[in-house]
């Protein structure tokens, strides 16, 4: 089964609102086996989302609609899937009755226009809605499938569970699902995909699927199979070459952040990390206490970014040229002789400018102190992010 999904409001077309339900309901329907194909959205425009739907009933077993079930004129999305189905509303006493004791439970009474909440497409059920007024609906009509869904996603994710996944479970026929995902650190995904695409290519089955960010790309492979020792052995058959060819650039296979994976690294041997900042303004040692128990294993940190700072709390030698490796190396070790740590990483660099993504990172151990010099592209937030991605990754090495 494919599926589209559509969120409705002109408020999603904003630079303020990010579609997080998409991403949600695409995770969800992924782990059932079901492929999302399309994703729109469309603004408070009638005629334009009536269109947008009948195109995807359509061309998919499965359209998901995601907000505008509200009682106001805006809300649309009722009216424009009527239209596009070529069917008529009933107002459905069972979904009033749930308005009226949301309404109450809060000490309100409900206005008119409320009643547009209680309008279901007729052929479809309605469903409950236990944190809030506009409830959902599913129509079943010819192997196809049209969900309506609210929008809070505090509405929208508990439906989902309740209802939707279960409703979907028992359409599908019986099958398997295991994936594998391997987190890349420091590759582009144009490298890695030249690298690995004579690998997967060959497959339809497991699914492959790469996915970039700032630093890391993350690779992931989808089996759906009859049987669970099918589909390992399909995972195996792609994913065993891939992770040998990528050798330790593979960070985690489990999902875990660089930053958990340092974590759990430090912790099973018993040993702990300080940081010494230049350019990154805190962002390296941010990144580090982003995990849970932390303290743990991170001593601390120094922001220092003038060169009497650099001299006063790390020891860094008068005279030394801020943005250099003897800066990077006088950093790293001053970091660590202050704080104790087992490891200490220090970043100094230009962020813009001439010079910009001209960076030294350094790293302190117990035996020797070094350090290396990068030369990064792009905006400020761009260099300073791959800058954090560079330290933290040759720490990780360091603690294999």
């Known amino acids: 089964m494919n599926a589209e999904i559509i969120a409705v409001g002109s408020e999603m077309l904003t630079p303020d609102k990010v579609d997080t339900n998409s991403l949600y309901i695409t995770r969800e329907l ?6 999302v194909v399309a ?26 609609l995601t907000g505008g079930l509200g009682p106001t004129e805006d809300d649309i999305t009722r009216d424009a899937a009527a239209a596009a189905l070529d069917v008529g509303m009933t107002p459905n006493p069972a979904a009033w009755d749930a308005i009226l004791n949301r309404f109450q439970k809060f000490g309100r009474t409900p206005t008119e226009n409320n009643r547009r909440q209680m309008l279901i497409l007729d052929g479809a059920e309605m469903l409950l809605n236990p944190n809030g007024t506009a409830p959902g609906q599913w129509f079943h009509r010819d192997g196809r499938v049209l969900v309506l869904l609210p929008g809070p996603p505090r509405e929208l994710k508990p439906m989902m569970q309740a209802d939707i996944i279960p409703r979907l479970i028992a359409m599908l026929p ?110 390296l040692g941010q990144q580090i206490t982003a995990v849970s128990g932390a303290s743990d294993y991170f ?26 490796e003897a800066a990077a190396l006088a950093m790293a070790q001053g970091a660590r002789e202050r704080t104790g740590a087992d490891y200490a990483l220090s970043v100094t660099g230009f962020a813009d400018g001439d010079q910009a993504g001209h960076v030294y990172v350094g790293l302190a151990t117990a035996g020797d102190v070094h350090a290396r010099k990068l030369k990064l ?24």
Request: net charge negative; glycine share 8%.
């Open 30 to 35: 992924n782990t059932l086996g079901i492929e």
């Open 377 to 400: 592209s792009g905006d400020r937030l761009r260099v300073r992010t791959l800058t954090v991605l560079n330290a933290l990754d040759w720490l990780r090495r360091s603690l294999l």
């Open 39 to 64: 994703k729109c959205i469309i603004g408070d425009d009638r005629a334009r989302l009536t269109e947008a739907i009948r195109a995807a009933w359509k061309n998919s077993g499965l359209v998901i």
């Open 174 to 283: 019986p099958q398997v699902i295991r994936t594998r995902w391997y987190r890349v650190a420091l590759m582009g995904e144009s490298d890695l995909d030249q690298l690995i695409a004579p690998i997967y290519s060959k497959f339809t089955n497991p699914a492959t699927t790469i996915l970039a960010a700032p630093g890391d790309v993350d690779i992931h492979l989808r089996a759906r199979c009859e049987t669970a020792e099918e589909a390992e052995a399909l995972l195996a058959e792609v994913g065993d070459p891939i992770r040998e060819l990528i050798g330790d650039k593979i960070y985690s296979e489990n999902g875990d952040s660089l930053e958990q994976v340092i974590g759990k690294l430090l912790r099973a041997k018993g040993q702990s990390v300080a940081v010494a900042e230049s350019l990154t303004g805190g962002m």
């Open 299 to 324: 001593k601390g940190g120094f922001l220092t970014y003038t060169d009497e700072m650099k001299h006063q709390l790390l020891g860094v030698p008068e005279g030394t040229e801020a943005v250099s």
